[in-house]
């Protein structure tokens, strides 16, 4: 079946480091792809998206590209700060017959000041 | 405002005892989601509803009931055969297409 995978954390940073967080996929097709973020206590908030191969998505100064040759979606960001501190899920979703998302097990991030 | 509203944020029960989770959207997505969040082990699907008066089994529905009577409500109740049930669970709807779900802030359960 379907699956998703991406590194497991925690990954710990200082404020204004760059970040990369490894996501691949398994899947039949060319699934959606996603990453949410999930702050202490609260339910998972969408952060971008992208829906085909080379597109990028983008948000907050967080970037990733679906890349059909590699089966990834790796989360980038140039310059963290510690209000980003959170999980990070990716997922994945086909895009025939019913759709529902498959989560990687997520990846905490630590940002000290 | 449109969004999810997930009902208590925290409930306690007692073991043997049946416990119902309410989940309220107001964004007029058909379909609906129950997911269940363990430490490290990301998030597993319980149920899914694509319409009213239509529900599917997930990956680890053994335990758990749910009902669809209203396009706004997917209630999902954690009955006594669920082994393990203190878990943060999570509620999602979304939109046709590829816009991706609309989570509510979630219910942690703990038996006691």
């Known amino acids: 079946g379907d699956s998703v995978t991406q590194m497991e954390g925690p990954v710990t940073l200082s404020e204004e480091a760059c970040l990369t967080i490894n996501c691949t996929y398994t899947a039949t097709g060319y699934p959606s792809l996603f990453w949410y973020v999930q702050y202490p206590g609260e339910g998972l908030q969408l952060l971008l998206k992208?829906?085909?191969?080379?597109d990028k998505g983008s948000n907050k100064g967080f970037e990733a590209t679906y890349r059909k040759e590699t089966t990834s979606f790796h989360l980038e960001k140039g310059s963290v700060q510690v209000s980003d501190s959170a999980v990070y899920f990716c997922?994945?979703?086909?895009?025939?017959?019913?759709?529902?998302?498959?989560f990687g097990t997520g990846t905490r991030l630590l940002v000290s000041p | 405002d449109g969004g999810i509203t997930q009902s208590p944020k925290y409930l306690f029960r007692k073991e043997g005892q049946n416990v119902t989770l309410s989940c309220e959207q107001n964004?007029?997505?058909?379909?609906m989601y129950w997911y269940r969040q363990d430490p490290g082990q990301g998030l597993r699907l319980i149920y899914y509803s694509q319409i009213v008066n239509d529900f599917q089994k997930g990956d680890i529905a053994e335990g758990y009931s749910v009902s669809r009577e209203k396009k706004e409500s997917f209630p999902l109740t954690v009955t006594s055969a669920q082994k393990n049930p203190t878990a943060f669970y999570l509620c999602a709807s979304r939109p046709p297409g590829s816009e991706g779900y609309t989570f509510g802030s979630g219910t942690r359960l703990t038996v006691v």
């Open positions: 964004l007029n997505h058909d379909a």
């Open positions: 992208a829906t085909k191969a080379d």
């Open positions: 997922a994945a979703e086909r895009n025939t017959g019913f759709q529902k998302l498959v």
